[in-house]
Nanobody, 125 residues
Framework: QVQLVESGGGSVQSGGSLGLSCAAS????????MAWFRQAPGKEREWVAY????????YSTNVSKGRFTISRNNARNTVYLQMRDLKPEDTAVYYC??????????????????WGRGTQVRVSS
């Protein structure tokens, strides 16, 4: 059974930076395609970034706008999300997820069956 545990959330002021981590266990991490999503209060969960097993990356331009960086360390079974120039609208619970379906929609939640419990990010103005 795959387990994902996020960490690194917290409270920062606008313009600040945070680094999130997602530790995976229960399988062969190096073969996983992974993603970060986020969910703000009252809103649907939205895709943030994706990293393939080969470390190819894709970003949501609406969310990232060049401010977020996804990476992975297979030796540590961990995927990261480095965020800079944070804004109040980035306030959300951030989730990592392991992709299990390949219907061509890596940016949709339905392609992911394994999720962490999330880590809260709060950005104050």
């Amino acid at each position: 059974q795959v387990q994902l545990v996020e960490s690194g959330g917290g409270s920062v002021q606008s313009g600040g930076s945070l680094g999130l981590s997602c530790a995976a266990s229960g399988g062969t991490f190096s073969s996983y395609d992974m993603a970060w999503f986020r969910q703000a209060p009252g809103k649907e969960r939205e895709w943030v970034a994706y990293i393939s097993q080969a470390s190819a990356t894709v970003y949501s331009t609406n969310v990232s706008k060049g401010r977020f960086t996804i990476s992975r360390n297979n030796a540590r079974n961990t995927v990261y999300l480095q965020m800079r120039d944070l804004k109040p609208e980035d306030t959300a619970v951030y989730y990592c997820a392991k992709r299990t379906k390949y219907n061509g929609a890596y940016y949709t939640t339905t392609d992911y069956a394994y999720w962490g419990r999330g880590t809260q990010v709060r950005v104050s103005s």
